[in-house]
């Protein structure tokens, strides 16, 4: 099945610092990736749409200047907490749309079906 | 009102029976559902999805859409010890696929 990875799986940093985390298709390329926050026993709750070459989009009340991201390649998405503080600590969870050229012929195109990274737990001090 | 609402249990049944699992969702233009499955400090995983109205069914497990009355559900036979985890209902709204919306969840427990 295709595989994505997210590093770190864990981070913890010092409050004001700036963290960054990666997301990698590892077997197929997705132009566009997802990034949602889950805190504990809460939802997982979407931040942002991650388009390759162009702009994230950012759901209501997420501040794009605080939560950077960059989708540079077809297999890479970065998320930057800039200036953490302990409020943004939590379990930030990227996932990954294949692009449908990679789609296998069986799959209905439309189910829009997701690949998780493992996540990555952020605590900031 | 949530987009997505899940009664969050935990719900707690004997190895052997039949678990089932409830969404409902809000937004009328939802058009997609999803139930993914994630253990303790783990990330989702996929068990499911369903658009149209009715049943579809793999395996042990069934998913059951009711656009008019705006419910999912999941059922899963012949629960497993294994299958204790928290069952997430995600719903896909807009043009934008895989754009998800996702429930609390429900904390399943199966007992041997």
């Known amino acids: 099945g295709a595989v994505v990875s997210q590093h770190p799986s864990r981070v913890i940093c010092k409050s004001g610092t700036s963290v960054k985390i990666e997301c990698r298709s590892l077997d197929f390329q997705a132009t566009t990736m997802f990034w949602y926050r889950q805190f504990p026993k809460q939802s997982l709750m979407l931040m942002a749409t991650s388009n390759e070459g162009s702009k994230a989009t950012y759901e209501q009340g997420v501040e794009k200047d605080k939560f950077l991201i960059n989708h540079a390649s077809l297999t890479l998405s970065t998320l930057t907490v800039t200036s953490a503080h302990p409020e943004d600590s939590s379990f930030y969870i990227c996932s990954a749309l294949p692009s449908p050229s990679l789609w296998d012929k069986n799959q209905n195109a439309n189910t829009g079906e997701l690949f998780f990274g493992e996540g990555s737990r952020l605590t900031v001090l | 009102q949530k987009e997505v609402e899940q009664n969050s249990g935990p719900l707690s049944v004997p190895e052997g029976a039949i678990a089932s699992l409830n969404c409902t969702y809000s937004d009328r233009g939802s058009q997609s559902f999803f139930w993914y499955r994630q253990y303790s400090g783990k990330s989702p995983e996929l068990i499911m999805f369903?658009?149209?109205?009715g049943d579809k069914e793999d395996g042990r497990f069934t998913a059951q859409l009711n656009k008019a009355s705006q419910y999912v559900s999941l059922l899963i036979r012949d629960s497993q010890p294994s299958d204790s985890a928290t069952y997430l209902c995600a719903v896909k709204r807009g043009s934008t696929l895989g754009r998800l919306y996702f429930g609390r969840g429900t904390q399943l427990t199966v007992w041997p």
């Open positions: 369903i658009y149209s109205n």
